[in-house]
């Protein structure tokens, strides 16, 4: 995910740097927004496996990169971090898109 190297993606904040400025709770329902300060906008739309969860908690990203083929890397930011986390998962699941020109 050479994309999350770059400047706006390192350290302990990136997840909030990343949410945007509305959409997002916590387990209670109360706003938990970041500061998009990336430009990036991300939602919380949460992620499919054998059922949805997450919507308004958790935004989960695809990446282009597989590992192995029936991996994906993917991105991941929850209501109660701060941090963007990093994980391959089954590509039998379901997270979100986001297209990016070059």
């Known amino acids: 995910m050479a994309r999350l190297d770059g400047k706006f993606w390192r350290g302990k904040t990136a997840g909030t740097k990343i949410k945007y400025t509305s959409g997002w709770e ?3 329902g109360k706003d938990d927004n970041g500061s998009n300060s990336s430009g990036f906008a991300g939602l ?3 992620e499919r496996s054998s ?3 997450g919507l308004k908690n958790n935004g989960m ?3 282009s990169t597989e590992n192995p083929s029936i991996y994906a890397w993917s991105a991941s930011v929850y209501y109660h971090s701060d941090e963007l986390s990093i994980y391959y998962h089954n590509t039998g699941n379901g997270k979100s898109v986001r297209c990016i020109k070059d």
């Open 26 to 28: 916590d387990d209670k």
């Open 44 to 46: 919380p739309g949460g």
């Open 61 to 63: 990203w695809w990446s």
């Open 51 to 53: 059922e949805f969860y």
